[in-house]
């Protein structure tokens, strides 16, 4: 069971920090207060950075982040995909870490790749008013602080990499050879 708190509601203060992203932050903070459930785009690079990965190994690498690490910043799910709210600068210097990792190569083949969106990007944030049912957008950990903390690259690789090893089982010995004859040389004299 993860220690990672049930926050699926975004508080003012939540609300005032995801606008702060906005090209416009008065307009979006006015947008939210007529129509409150309305998922939007908002830019990254500013405020946030966003991880995007798909949902199961995202849940794995927010579980990594409460149960041994520091926790997490605000973490949505949309459309099948975890997205991670990370250190602006975070979409720039992660993928070198991950490919330093040999993330993404014949060695690492069954981890599923991770999307950073940074400065020139936009991701489709929930609802403020969320109701926390599941569907295409909802919080997981809402925004609840005009200054979240929010991870940076290295958190996120050592998440990642934590949830990879916990989800693939890598053995330094190969497989059995099921055709192979075995003898039982126990009883030998």
């Known amino acids: 069971m993860t220690s990672a708190p049930n926050v699926t509601r975004v508080t003012s203060d939540g609300v005032a920090w995801l606008a702060s992203a906005a090209t416009y932050p008065r307009s979006t903070l006015a947008h939210w207060e007529d129509r409150p459930d309305v998922p939007l785009a908002l830019p990254c690079g500013t405020a946030f950075d966003v991880v995007s990965a798909p949902s199961i ?20 799910v949309f459309r099948g995909r975890t997205l991670l709210f990370a250190a602006p600068g975070t979409a720039q210097r992660l993928p070198s870490l991950l490919a330093w990792e040999e993330w993404g190569t014949h060695r690492t083949a069954a981890v599923p790749p991770l999307l950073c969106h940074g400065t020139g990007d936009a991701v489709t944030v929930p609802a403020p008013a969320g109701s926390g049912a599941t569907g295409d957008s909802r919080w997981l950990v809402a925004p609840d602080q005009r ?10 690789l050592w998440a990642a990499v934590r949830a990879a090893r916990a989800a693939v089982r890598i053995s330094i010995f190969p497989p059995a050879d099921q055709d192979a004859k075995v003898y039982d040389v126990s009883r030998r004299r």
């Open 57 to 76: 190994f995202g849940r794995r690498m927010l579980d990594q982040l409460w149960d041994e690490g520091p926790g997490s910043g605000p973490v949505a």
């Open 147 to 156: 200054h979240p903390w929010l991870p940076g690259p290295e958190v996120v």
